[in-house]
């Protein structure tokens, strides 16, 4: 089946620190995804990108659609310690593939 | 607004037993998907109705699982009987459409089968 390629698998990293994190796949996709979740509760949209190259912002976070419409990365700037969870990549075009996730530790 | 409601939250049960999952959508999505999270396999999406209608149940792991979708606001996925592999959490998600509408994940049931 079709798979998506996310890392890293994890990081350590400190308060403060930017973070960047990506997705990539042999096959093209319409649409990109990436959700935050957070122990306990379901996977929350943090951003939806639809264009190929489109890049798009949600407070401190930015992702961008690649042009190749085969990846995408995400990026957190100034990270805080409410920034710790797992944040999974998904696409899709008449249904969506997740990514196996990358959990963020934050120490304050 | 009421997001994706589900229920229970949590499950325990022995194995053998007949388990159902329910799951209320967002009001005025057409689409409902049904999805499996473990630590050794991640989310995987199990089926997803398109108004109501079954599209795609390739992920259902075997005949012991079936999902039905009654109406626009009520789904369910049963597995009968269950086995300790099924442990698992439980995702309900819905959006406007089957195709590039962004989904909305439900909390999740938290299944263990002893």
């Known amino acids: 089946g079709q798979q998506l390629n996310q890392s890293p698998q994890s990081m350590f990293i400190q308060e403060g620190e930017d973070v960047s994190m990506n997705c990539t796949s042999s096959s093209i996709f319409n649409t990109w995804l990436w959700y935050k979740q957070e122990p306990g509760e379901g996977p929350v949209l943090l951003i939806a990108?639809?264009?190929?190259?489109e890049l798009t912002s949600n407070g401190r976070l930015t992702a961008q659609f690649g042009i190749t419409r085969k990846d995408s990365f995400l990026n957190i700037s100034a990270s805080i310690p409410s920034d710790v969870g797992i944040y999974f990549c998904a696409a899709g075009i008449n249904k969506f593939y997740f990514g196996s996730g990358t959990k963020l530790n934050v120490k304050p | 607004d009421a997001g994706v409601i589900q229920s229970p939250r949590h499950e325990v049960t022995e194995m053998g037993q007949e388990v159902t999952l329910r799951c209320k959508p967002i009001?005025?999505?057409?689409?409902l998907f049904w999805y499996r999270q473990t630590m050794m396999r991640g989310l995987e999406l199990l089926i997803y109705?398109?108004?109501?209608?079954?599209?795609?149940d390739s992920g259902m792991p075997e005949d012991r699982f079936s999902a039905k979708m009654p109406n626009a606001s009520f789904s369910t996925l049963k597995i009968q009987p269950s086995e300790p592999r099924d442990s698992a959490v439980y995702f309900c998600a819905s959006s406007f459409s089957a195709g590039q509408e962004t989904q909305y994940f439900g909390p999740g049931t938290r299944l263990l089968v002893l």
């Open positions: 109705f398109n108004n109501n209608v079954p599209i795609d």
């Open positions: 990108l639809y264009k190929a190259g």
């Open positions: 009001s005025g999505h057409n689409s």
